[in-house]
């Protein structure tokens, strides 16, 4: 499997940053991935139109669902869920 980035995009307060945490946990282990804070100036542009929590893999979100370019928002689906990261990762070249 080629080398993938995992990335989990949320702003201070989202109520569902930690269940996404305790996901990406549960599939990766020991594993890591990068953080990006939509309320930081140095989170990249191409980051800031994901709603919070965004888990991208190779730079996709793990559901399917694109960017919205909009403002800073809570997800209406919440955060995936282990078995989505999962699949995700098993699908990912």
Not at 45 to 68: A, F, M
Request: net charge negative; with cysteine.
């Amino acid at each position: 499997m080629a080398e993938r980035e995992i990335e989990l995009v949320y702003f201070d307060g989202c109520p569902n940053a930690d269940k996404a945490r305790e996901s990406l946990r549960a599939v990766l282990g020991g594993g890591s991935w990068r953080e990006w804070n939509l309320s930081s100036a140095d989170t990249p542009e191409r980051i800031r139109g994901y709603g919070s929590p965004t888990v991208l893999i190779g730079g996709r979100d793990v559901t399917g669902e694109g960017g919205t370019a909009g403002a800073m928002a809570c997800r209406a689906d919440g955060a995936p869920s282990p078995e989505v990261i999962r699949e995700a990762l098993e699908h990912h070249e």
